[in-house]
Each structure stands twice: as structure tokens, then as C-alpha cells.
């Protein structure tokens, strides 16, 4: 049988051959629970996506989309840091340098619509990645590659990427493992304007276990199993459709009926609710999120690392964990000290010191650096000026709010005034970075790629360091991130990022605060879930319905 | 009246370009550009230089201002900067969805509303007048977007199969993609969708927000209504009416409610902004894909080309629905004359 793609591509400057699926291959038979295959996951979004062309993608809805989609050459899983698993490129290998990463591709893939999948693909996506007129927000993946030559294609199915240094083996591969894109079908596109091509606005042409399969803006996105998948094994589930539902409660409450079988996203306090729901399973992410303090560096109050290091000791962190992160007896959070998530088991700590919860040592403190309350109103004064400062934080997020509540007050008790200011996000961020702050109380999704340099290092004119927000510069502090970022060794890479994380403490830029962990529920039909801190629909394709509780049939 | 209507219309062209003007120079002073959107994790600062170049956010404010406003001359609109498509293509998308709602809901509006507002004044300080004025008092206070959540809850407790949010249940996407699927990857054709099944679907979704969206309003034109026809029942003319013989139910349906729905009907053209506009908190609580969250993500945004276009329209629409509510007092009210 064939059939004529929809008239969008008939009039685009894309020409594309005439599609015959039945000549695929319908994979899966193979698989242990094939007689279960079938029904659909139904998973809210909060937000519409941006497009699904891997070069030019922004979004993080729409990037978790194109991973079904248009995977990267390599799988991964996480064990303590990132496990790099065969995919598209079947094996690859160092050389003794450590700086030459050979891919070897399998020879019998395919693009779905029937063109050969190979390494000269990624040659191309790379060199759309690198072009500067694409602008592509992934251009910094080869900032340390060779800029002679990044990559070299060894032969049809063989490519080299030249790396400047060994580092951390699973950041370099990482870096060369960005989403192949179909040479084919770019080769003739106006690469200034790929944010307008229908492979990313419209229909995008991939290898996973997932295809497009329809798009309505602002309310949902629709992608169908695709049975001819080579890359991963092909999914039980026959389709997954995206619900574009902007509000929380909304989404709960479709959750509560059964209309969709999926959030991404459970508040801690609604945690005991929904798990106690019959037809619902909530799931634990780990932890990616942190909130913290930010002290502006160049504003006088904050100049002295004594100050900071007094203003962290008046604040208690563990009541904050216990007023928003406890819930129905249980804790939903952990001390911070620094900007790595403890997932990566390799650089943290979990016997770390933390500067204690002491305010009548952070007041005897203060006063030695002469901030006493010389006229009696409860605030510190030196100089006749007093300790009055403004917190600020985003608008719309009710736990920081009532984070910034309970500091001011944990201040308040030695003398130090912070009055509460909130700002809208966009400003707030924008804020952030033109550091037009006092006091800020921000949070950050942290990596899982150790790279604490545009958070810690002192700019300089060609790294103008965008969240260095509090201008935190410590010249020691700036080598043990060089000597970090150049070693490829994991034992002395530990060593000196647990190093530098204790440095970066004791000055107290931040006063860290919390890590939380992420939850989110899945209706109980669904089995084979494997919670993953990389992603939530991870490993989507090992997800299946016993047959007898199938809920879609067609 | 053509005079009249000709010399209207000529006043809201300087009216409408001060308003764009005004438009353009707020957004330009709220803090944060659109390329703020674009920096997210480790992105160069050349990328968002070469971001704004594209965008044409590099030039001058007077410059982009210029460039705008020929362009709107020309009713050309632009691409929004937040996803890549034009500003026309996007409020055409989200402009069906929003009339079909807010018609629904102006019928309730006036529907119900005149239909208590009769009720509440013939049946003056009886108990119907008084559960009347106190129902609506109560939904008229009552804000939207608390009645649409309680309205969630309550169904989701009692009716666990009514649609809660956007246009289209479940049944119907899977339907739909399973006919396409087998239409365009030769799966298997095993299910069958009627237009019927889809239009009851549409309705069920309309019910929920049409309703939270209408019945603070419907409460406001009752009162009016109220009050208007208390107004017209005390008139001479009605009780010659009576006097004359001419039965209960003719003098208030054919004799007061014509005169009595003057105010009314005025409302009317007021209410047209509005059925474009949307409802910005309904249409996110139901997740209806409408005018109103079109607005409001924009300008979280800082789409410029989407604010400016969607609230140009806005303008437009009330300058037109001033008109034509001054118009139609003239037309249904013969005392009125504009000359």
C-alpha cells in the first residue's frame, strides 16, 4: 500500500519519496510481554512544545518528545553517573590520548522513511550543531573539540571526534552524542532558518520507537509506535498522547478520574493524597532540584565571607526542610552544600560538615566585625548604617514564598532586617543575571554532568560566566575547576571537585539550601516503570498493560 | 445617522494608532526581552546576540517601532518570537475555539439573565424575588475562577466521567489516532467514529467552562433586567394596558419587556470585546485552547508580535462594540437620534 504524506509536505521545499510501510519489518513479536503489547499512556504536560528538529530545540517538553523520536547514537542509563549504552553506534573507543572518540554504526538502520541511517547523518546534524549562522543552543557542545576538526568521517558507517583535552569520559561522550538528524531531507534546507522547517514545526522524520503522529498546538501531541525501531527494543505501548493541561489542579483531579494516566510532576504536600488513590502509583525521581540563598557579592553587606558564613548559621535549614518538605511524616528533602546533585554518588559527600544552626554564634560574630544594635530597635548597626537588606524571589512558586518568610523571621531574631520582595519569573531571572539583587532566593535543576564553571568561575572576556549571579571569585577556587575539567582520571576528578565543593562552602556565596526530591504518578496498569533520575518516561518502551487490563483496545 | 456613523468611524483611526503606540511603549518599559526566554542551560552569549539579531531586537525601539507599524498597515502581523509561526496563524488557531465558548456563554449570559430579571420583577419582594436576587447576588460576587474549581471537584466527586478540560475526551483523540494511524502507517482499521459521536463530545466539553464563564454575568443582567422592568411595570402606559384588558402575560412579554430590554440590549455591544478576549483564567482552568491563554502566555513570554497583535484586536473590538451599542440604542429607541 502506499500513501501520500499530508499536503503540508507536498507543498514544502522538501521533496519526499512516497511512503510504503508494510515493507518494514513489524518487530516486537521477540519480546517477553508481546501478547500484552497494546493501549495507550495518556501523560499531562503543562506547556505546548516548540518543535522536535534536535538542532534547534529548546524546550524540555518537546526534547523528551524528539528522545522518542530522533534518539541520540548512544542509550543511557544512571547508576551513580551516566552509563553510556550501544544504540545507533553499535561500539565505539578511546585512543591512549584519551582526546579520539571512534563510533562504529550498525550497518541496517533505517530513518522511517526508508532512507539508510548512518554515521555520515551524524557528521551532518554536527555540522549544522557547530555552524554559527544555525545558531543551534547546543553550538557549546564543541567548544572543546578540535575547531580544525571537530569530527571526521572514517568511512560510511565509522566517524572520529577530535576532543582538545581528556575530561570526564561521560561529558565528552555526552558532547559527541547529540541526535543524529536525517542528511537526506536537511541536505537542501536553508540552514539560517531550520526553526521554521517542517521537520521540526511540523513532521519530523526519525529512528526511535516513536513517531509523530499528530501535533495540535495548545492541546495535544499524539506519537505512535513505530514497529520497524532497530535502535531500541520496539514498545508494548502502542501510542502516547500528550495532554496539554496548564493547570495543577486540573491535571490532578483528570489524574484522581483516570482521564489521563500520567503527571509529570506531584507536589510534596499532594504526595500522601495521590498515593493513597486506588488506581494510581506515585514514583520517585531523586533529586534534581535545589533552592538556595544567593548573596550578592559586590553589595557591602555581603563583601565579608564572615558575614555570610554568620548569616548561614542564623538560619535553620532543618526547620525549613521540616516546614515544606515534611509531609504526613515524611521527608521530602536534604540538606544542600553545593551546586551536585548527591545523585552523582561519585563527588558527594554524606558525612559532609555543615556550619551549624547557632544564631547566638552568628550574632557574637557580627558584632566582632562591629555590627551591633547601638540604638536599641533590634536592628545591627555599624557606621550608621543598619542591616537592612532585600530578599526577592519569583512570584508563583508558594514554597519559596514561604521559604523567604521563614528566613526573614530565623534573621530577624539577630538583628539583620530583610524585607520580602517578589518579582515575576522572566524579570526575576533577568534580574538575576544583570545581578540587580541584594539577597535572592533562587533555585537551579542541576546537571548530571559535573561542570561547576558558569556558576563559580570568575568571568573573563571570553567566558562571561551567565549564572556566576552572586560574582563569586576565588582564584583558587577557579584552578581546582580548570584542574577538574582537565582530567579524564575519575579518582582525582572525585578528588579535586570535592575539594573545590568544600572551598566554594566555606566562602558562602550561596547559603545552600535544600535539595528536593521529584515525584511523579502513573495509573497502576502500567508496569515495567523504572523510576530514572534522567528522565521520566525513561526506558518508555519496556512500559506495558497486562492484556486483561487493557483500557484503549483499538 | 450615516454622518454620524461615518464620523465615529473616522475618530477611532487616531484613536486606535495612540493605542498602538501606547501598546508598544508599556511593553517595551516591562522589565525582560524575549531572548531572556532562550537562555537556558550553558547558553553562549553569542547565541543570544545572534537570537536577538533575528528577532531584530539588535535595532533601535523607534526603528522596531516603525518597522511594526508598516507592517500592521499592511495587516501584516509577523512570526511570534516564542514558536516559529506566524502571529495570523496562531490567533486564527485559537480565535474559533474562543467564539465557539463565548457565544455559548453570552446566550447564557442574557438568556437566563433576562429570563430571572422577568421573574425577580413581576414576581416583586415574593420568595421567587427573593431566592433570585439572593442566587445571583451570590454568583455575581462570586469569583470565576473559584466557581470553575469547585465546579472540577464537584464533578470529579459525582460525575467521574464528565469531561473536566479541553475540547476533546479521550475516547475521541484515540479514535482519531487510531484512524490515522491505520490511514497513514497501515495499522489495522478496527474502531468507527460518527460526526455525531464527536459534536455530543464537543457539547459536553462546552458545558463546564461556558457555564463558569457565563453565570457571574447572567447574575449581572438579571439585576439590570430587574431593576429596568420594575422601572417600565410602574409606567402609565402599562397601566392603561391592564385597563384596557389586554391579559397579564401579553402586557409584561409584548408591552414592558420591549421597553424594559433597552438597557439591556446596549449591554450587547459591550459584551463583544469580550467574546474575543476570552476568559484568561477559565480558558487555563479548563485548558481550553482559546484567545485568553494565547494572551497570557505571550506575555509571560514577552512574544511581542503576539501581545501586540491580540491586543490590538482587543482594542479594535472595543472601539467597534461602543459603536455599535450606541447604534443599536438608536435602533431599538426611537426617542434616541443621532444627527
Redesign the interface.
Known sequence: ?K?L?PSIFACSFVSLPLLG??AFPQGGQDRPHWKDQGD?L?VAVS??A??FLPIVN?QATAGAIMSLIMPAPTDSAFDGKIITLPSAAKSWEWDKTHTKLTYHFRKDLKWTDGQALTAEDMAFAYKLYGD?EV???R??YLERMDPKKPFELLGPYTIRFNFLWPYNEQTMMAHAGLSLVPKHILEKADKKRL??HPL??TKPIGHGPF?L??W?????I?I?RWRGVKTTPVPYLK?I?F?????Y??QL??L?????DMMETVQEKDLARVSSWKNVKVYKRGFRFFDYLAWNLKNPLFKERRVRRALTMAINIDGLIKALLSFDGKVYGTKAYSTFTPELREFYDPHFQFLPFDPKKAKTELAAMGWKDSDGDGVLDKDGKKFEFTLVTNSGNPRRADAVQIIQQDLAKIGVKANLESR????F???L?KKNFEAALAGWSA?LFPDPS?IWQTPDAEH?R?FNFTSYSNPEADKLIDAGLHTANPAKEARIWRKLLKIIYEDQPYTFLYWKSSHFAVHKRFRGIQPNVLSVLYRVWDWWVPKAEHK??? | MFAYILRRVLTSIPLLFLLATLLFILIHL????PS????????????VE??KK?MGLDQPVIVQYGKWLRNVALFDFGESF????TVSS?VL??LPNTLLLSTISLVLIFGLGVLMGIISAVRQYHLSDFILTLVSLFLYSMPSFWLA?MM??LS?HFM??W??????G?EI??????I??A????EPL??HLSNWEILLDRARHLVMPAFALGIAGAAGVARFTRSSMLEIIRQDFIRTARAKGVPGRMVIMKHALRNGLIPVITLLGLYLPFLVSGAVLIE????W?GMG??IV?AI???DYPVIMATSLLLAFLVVIGNLLADILYAVVDPRIRYD
Open positions: 500500500m500513501i504524506l510501510f508494510s495507550t495518556i506547556g505546548d516548540d518543535g529548546e554559527p545558531a543551534s543552543p553550538q557549546s526553526l521554521y521540526h514545526t513517531r503522529l499528530k495540535v498546538h495548545n492541546q495535544r499524539v505512535s501510542r498522547i495532554k496539554i493541561l496548564p493547570e489542579q486540573t483531579k483528570e484522581e478520574t483516570g482521564k489521563i515575576e519569573p522572566v524579570t531571572f533577568a534580574d543575571r546537571g558558569d562571561p551567565l484503549v483496545k483499538y | 516591562v522589565p525582560g526581552d531572556d526566554l532562550h537562555i537556558g542551560d550553558r547558553f553562549s552569549p553569542e547565541y545572534q537570537i533575528n516564542a514558536n516559529n509561526r496562531r488557531e485559537a474549581l472540577i471537584l470529579a467521574p466521567s469531561p473536566l478540560s479541553g475540547m476533546v479521550e483523540i484515540g479514535k482519531l489516532a487510531a490515522q494511524e490511514k497513514e502507517f497501515g478496527t474502531v487555563s482552568i479548563f485548558a485552547p491563554r494565547l502566555t509571560n513570554q514577552r
